[in-house]
């Protein structure tokens, strides 16, 4: 499928979305989010794709929701249309790994939406922050919950407070993203990632998922009996018995997703 403000390619087993509005700094208009959520569907739906890459340009990852299109907005339009809501559900949906590549700015709505992949690698030229605050609104994509989570209370504080940038050295010493990579080599670091969690078992990567995302929504101790079982229940797979006997047999496995 075409899109106006993605670019989507696939290459071999990994889905490469870039968002393309690069007059706005991919800023996250209604248009960009429908087809961002079509794009992550359609990735989703295909059995050919066995994770994702969600990145950017060099100056911007996305520097927010669309100011443009929000400003003409009242109450009732936000409310009743349950704004960026339906728009940002399908990659909360999305069963298959979601790497975001971050380069430049990922601000407010283009933070969150980063945050709301599986993990981030960042170039060594991304800043994040969330200037809603700026605008006289808050995070409206999670940003005040899932930023809190990562950095914890008193810098997710400041950040919302304060509107500041956060580079990607602060990014990464305070656990945001899970590495910093120089930013001509960013899509392909990412790449190279995502080509490795394909190699996977496609089963065993939608069991970590949701495993890892479990750890955000519940107890220690619900999460840790969630672990368990899903552990135990991996056992009945064919990719257990192939994974444990390549290793003793000193071989490669051959997952074959069942
Ligand atoms: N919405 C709409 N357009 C945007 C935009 C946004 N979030 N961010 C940048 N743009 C547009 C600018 O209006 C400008 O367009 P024109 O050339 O037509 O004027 C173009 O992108 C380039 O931007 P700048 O000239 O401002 O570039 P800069 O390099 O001087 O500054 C920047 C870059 C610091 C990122 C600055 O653009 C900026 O502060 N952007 C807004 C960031 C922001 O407030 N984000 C939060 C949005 S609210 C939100 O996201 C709510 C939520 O949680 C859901």
């Known amino acids: 499928m075409a899109y106006k403000t993605l670019i989507v390619d696939i290459e071999e087993h990994v889905a490469l979305i870039r968002l393309n ?20 569907t359609q990735a989703g739906a295909n059995d050919k794709v066995r994770c994702i890459v969600l990145t950017g340009s060099e100056k911007a990852f996305a520097a927010g929701a669309d100011i443009k299109e929000m ?4 109450f009732v339009d936000a409310f009743a249309g349950d ?27 283009g933070c969150e ?14 800043k994040f922050g969330q200037p809603e605050i700026n605008l006289g609104v808050v995070a409206g994509i999670g940003g005040t919950q899932r930023l809190t989570r990562f ?19 602060e990014a990464e010493r305070s656990g945001l993203v899970s590495r910093i990579v120089p930013a001509k080599k960013l899509v392909e670091e990412a790449m190279a990632a995502a080509h490795k969690i394909a190699e996977k078992s496609a089963i ?8 890892v995302n479990r750890s955000y929504e519940t107890t220690l101790r619900e999460g840790i009996l969630f672990e ?8 009945a797979t064919e990719d257990q018995k192939e994974g444990m006997s390549a290793f003793l047999e000193k071989r490669e ?6």
Do not use: W
């Open 113 to 126: 939406l980063a945050m709301m992949c599986d993990f981030i690698i960042a170039a060594d030229t991304a």
């Open 21 to 40: 509005r690069p007059d706005a700094l991919n800023a996250l208009n209604s248009e960009l989010l429908a087809e961002l959520a079509e794009a992550v």
């Open 204 to 211: 065993t990567t939608m069991v970590v998922k949701e495993a």
């Open 253 to 258: 496995p051959q997952f074959r997703d069942k």
């Open 83 to 109: 704004l960026f809501t339906d728009e940002t559900e399908a990659l909360l949906r999305c069963r298959k790994p979601i790497i975001a590549a971050v380069a430049g700015y990922a601000l407010g709505g």
């Open 151 to 169: 950095v914890g209370k008193s810098k997710s504080m400041e950040m919302h407070l304060t509107g500041r940038f956060m580079d990607a050295e």
């Open 71 to 74: 400003s003409e907005k009242n």
């Open 228 to 235: 368990r079982r899903v552990f135990h229940s991996l056992f």
